[in-house]
């Protein structure tokens, strides 16, 4: 599973890396659309794979109650080098129950 801070440092080393021009990082998506619809215990795995497509990575989210989720998440991110003074990113995390309904998520975009 992908945190926050590691899609960070995957971000920053493929700009890094990168000499010249746009860098783009994951696949775009639109945050509106699943805030628009998500419903917290009724939306399904199958619905959020229709409204966003595939999720970049998927893993297994562990909460310290001991309670299991499977967490899929979305990021894109896009800049242009070597002028990086304003890049685009946004994340969605999601976390699924044993019956694959949202149970909660959380989302961020960079300012725009």
């Known amino acids: 599973m992908l945190n926050l801070s590691r899609i ?3 971000v920053l080393s493929v700009l890094l890396v990168s000499a010249c021009g746009t ?3 994951g696949r775009d ?3 509106g659309v699943f805030s628009a619809k998500v419903e917290r215990n009724a939306t399904t795995q ?3 794979r229709s409204w966003l497509g595939e999720p970049t990575s998927v893993g297994i ?4 109650d001991g309670a299991r989720y499977d967490e899929w998440d979305y990021y894109f991110a896009e800049g242009d080098l070597p002028d990086m003074g304003t890049p685009k990113v946004k994340i969605l995390q999601i976390k ?3 019956q694959g309904k ?3 998520y959380n989302w961020s975009v ?3």
């Open 8 to 10: 960070a440092v995957i």
């Open 23 to 25: 860098v783009k990082l």
């Open 29 to 31: 998506f639109d945050v």
């Open 46 to 48: 199958d619905q959020v």
């Open 61 to 64: 989210s562990l909460d310290s």
């Open 96 to 98: 699924f129950d044993n």
């Open 102 to 104: 949202v149970t909660s």
């Open 110 to 112: 960079s300012k725009q």
